[in-house]
């Protein structure tokens, strides 16, 4: 029987491990309704363990990054009084502040010991492995597969393909260091369980890697060979990780273009509209067998993998000697030119997806220049083959107006969440991004110098964590080394891309960081139960302030926004609306929604009176000016126009994107959205 006390300690890491896999499962988390009761959870967990004695004192480097991150989402919350755009906004990215603040404490108090912070590891991995399969199972097996991609690249459940991508990479690298770990306790047990773990390792490894290509991001090419180069750094093993690496690697590489065939298949389904007798309902059918061949063979795979899991154990102990007589007779180590040929078999995948000139170096010449000089227009078809070949983005633009909005605004910036109306003024793109795309320019932009230092200062402190590590010597788990590589990983992507608005991507990494900086912090005690008991109290209160009245203001507009309850009862959908109202009284989302419906029954006084609230809510919204000015004309003309102006003056493209929008509608009138059925209108869009 399995002992009581292994299940104990195995609990708390099970249960960290899940809450990003149920996030992940409700659009990673993004919206207030979901992630608003997961915020209060880890908060009121964490204050118990506040109440218990748990936590470390400050003066510990756990201590210290725990005050920072205090120190950040405090300074997040403020800013909501300076949010000049949408004190909304500001409110949900303190909640979010709130919720990562927790998990922190959480993982720190509870991952402090190597046994617990290796569970957690390897659950976290098994967890986005189970996710993985699953996804892949559905694409293999579903009916309709084509609900899983949009636009061609998996996105599925997370709801934005970047993140499905970085999650399943972190757990590509979590996974290799529980197999390497595997592999060390084999070594001094002789286990055949440790086998079994390997295989398993291995075969979830595979899952992971074939999701994240269907996934299709370029941002993840670079935070991937930055997290290879973590993972060579903190391994005590090199030669075992590039080997399950290099096998994981080749094993997708060879299904390669099963895995891209998706992509082009519902390219072709979005373009048979613009395209003279093309058949639709054979283009659909063709991007469903393609969808199904590309899941099918990733679970094949990931059999195949298992299998060779298994057998690496042996393989490894006898390659290891072979390598270290090599090195001997050539007097130099072979750990760089295997990485290096590691990372450029992980190149021939995006090459071999069509890219640029054919070689990484040419693909990242592209990149470089589609990033400084993007299209004129958005939503560009692009590269029929693979997204990976795509080049235009505006990203170097959000960063310009980023970095320029941060030095107008030195002290406070922005405000949480308010760089859109910042870039939709300065913008030299047709795009308008809700955030930067980067977290630290997102932390400049929009809280100043004090955000941003209070984030740099967390960041050093894993930074430094990790260095200790690595400087404890060869004995020191894999997966440990498997944990650092995730983080580094997590670190570069959501340096170029929003991660940190997905709390499924991101919870596992700033669990991870805070039972590293525990892990590894000398120890000074812990903060007395008098002292602990009052600060959690104060806590608790102000979490249920901040989360609740957001949380339920999302969720009763979520409520009546749903067109079933606006057909079957217009006037219980309207009540909704003003429900989410009372509870958030900032938020002009409500507002409007509440005027179009008071509008479809025919009321436009009503409707030109709830617009005219949401008016006064953002005014400095130019998509509220433009979205009420049509309903407040109907009851009163000049203002309507009035609200125009106004919408005209804060976005300075509007007329421009308004005939081009309707261009576009016009255009794609009738086609099937990506082949698919209907989304769900929760959909992330940035």
């Not at 298992?306 to 057998?311: E, Q, W």
Request: with cysteine; hydrophobic share 50%; charged share 15%.
């Amino acid at each position: 029987m399995i002992d009581r006390a292994v299940l104990r300690g195995a609990a708390a890491p099970l249960v960290l491990a899940a809450v990003p896999a149920v996030l992940a499962l409700r659009f990673g988390g993004y919206h207030p309704r979901h992630l608003g009761w997961v915020v209060l959870g880890l908060v009121g967990w964490a204050c118990v363990l506040a109440v218990l004695g748990r936590l470390s004192r400050p003066r510990s480097l756990s201590g210290v990054a725990t005050i920072a991150l205090a120190g950040l989402a405090a300074w997040t919350a403020a800013s909501i009084a300076w949010a000049d755009v949408s004190r909304h906004d500001a409110w949900v990215e303190a909640m979010r502040a709130l919720g990562y603040l927790a998990a922190f404490v959480v993982g720190g108090a509870l991952l402090a010991n190597a046994r617990s912070f290796a569970r957690y590891a390897w659950m976290a991995g098994a967890a986005t492995a189970v996710l993985a399969g699953g996804v892949l199972a559905r694409v293999a097996f579903s009916d309709v597969p084509l609900k899983a991609f949009v636009a061609g690249r998996l996105d599925w459940p997370v709801g934005y393909a970047p993140g499905m991508a970085g999650l399943c990479l972190m757990g590509w690298l979590l996974l290799l260091g529980v197999g390497c770990s595997a592999q060390q306790r084999h070594e001094r047990l002789r286990g055949d369980v440790q086998l079994a773990v390997s295989g398993a390792a291995l075969a979830g490894a595979g899952l992971c890697l074939s999701a994240a290509l269907l996934a299709q991001s370029r941002g993840t090419v670079p935070a991937l060979a930055v997290g290879v180069v973590a993972a060579l750094v903190a391994t005590p093993d090199r030669t075992s990780w590039l080997v399950r690496a290099g096998a994981t690697i080749v094993a997708v590489a060879l299904i390669g273009g099963r895995l891209t065939q998706p992509f082009q298949a519902m390219f072709d389904l979005r373009q048979a509209p613009f395209t003279k007798g093309a058949d639709e309902d054979a283009l659909y059918a063709a991007a469903v067998d393609a969808a199904h061949a590309a899941g099918m063979a990733a679970l094949i795979v990931a059999a195949a993998l298992a299998v060779v899991g298994a057998a690496l154990v042996p393989l490894a102990e006898w390659l290891r000697e072979r390598v270290r007589d090599a090195e001997q007779r050539i007097g130099m180590g072979l750990a760089v030119p295997a990485a290096v040929l590691v990372v450029a078999l992980g190149g021939t995948l995006v090459v071999a997806a069509g890219t640029g000139d054919g070689t990484p170096i040419g693909w990242a010449r592209t990149q470089v220049d589609g990033c400084l000089h993007p299209p004129d227009t958005t939503n560009d078809p692009g590269s029929s083959s693979s997204y990976f070949a795509n080049s235009g983005t505006g990203r170097c633009d959000y960063y310009r107006v980023a970095l320029r909005a941060g030095a107008h605004h030195p002290v406070l910036g922005l405000g949480a969440g308010n760089f859109r109306g910042e870039y939709v003024r300065e913008r030299t793109t047709r795009e308008e991004p809700k955030v930067v795309h980067s977290l630290p320019l997102q932390l400049w932009a929009e809280l100043g110098l004090v955000g941003a230092a209070l984030g740099a200062t967390v960041l050093g402190c894993v930074v430094l964590a990790a260095v200790r590590f690595v400087r404890s010597g060869p004995a020191r788990d894999a997966t440990f080394a498997g944990a650092v590589a995730a983080l580094a990983y997590w670190t570069m992507h959501a340096s170029i891309d929003w991660l940190w608005q997905l709390p499924a991507v991101s919870l596992p990494a700033v669990i991870l960081a805070g039972g590293l900086t525990a892990c590894v912090s000398p120890a000074q005690g812990r903060v007395p139960r008098s002292v602990a008991g009052p600060i959690a109290g104060g806590v608790a209160v102000v979490a249920l302030a901040l989360v609740l009245p957001v949380t339920m203001a999302d969720a009763k507009l979520r409520e009546a926004r749903d067109p079933a309850l606006q057909e079957s009862s217009p006037g219980d959908a309207i009540t909704a609306a003003q429900d989410a109202q009372s509870f958030d009284p900032t938020w002009a989302e409500p507002a409007i929604t509440e005027a179009i419906l008071w509008n479809g029954q025919g009321r436009s006084k009503d409707a030109a009176t709830a617009a005219k609230r949401a008016v006064k809510l953002q005014p400095r919204d130019w998509s509220v000016q433009y979205r009420a000015s049509g309903l407040i004309g109907l009851a009163d003309r000049a203002a309507g126009l009035a609200a125009y102006q106004a919408a005209r003056r804060l976005n300075p493209q509007l007329d421009a994107q308004a005939e081009a929008g309707t261009q576009e509608r016009d255009g794609a009138e009738g086609a099937k959205a990506t082949g698919a059925a209907k989304r769900d209108p929760d959909s992330l869009q940035q």
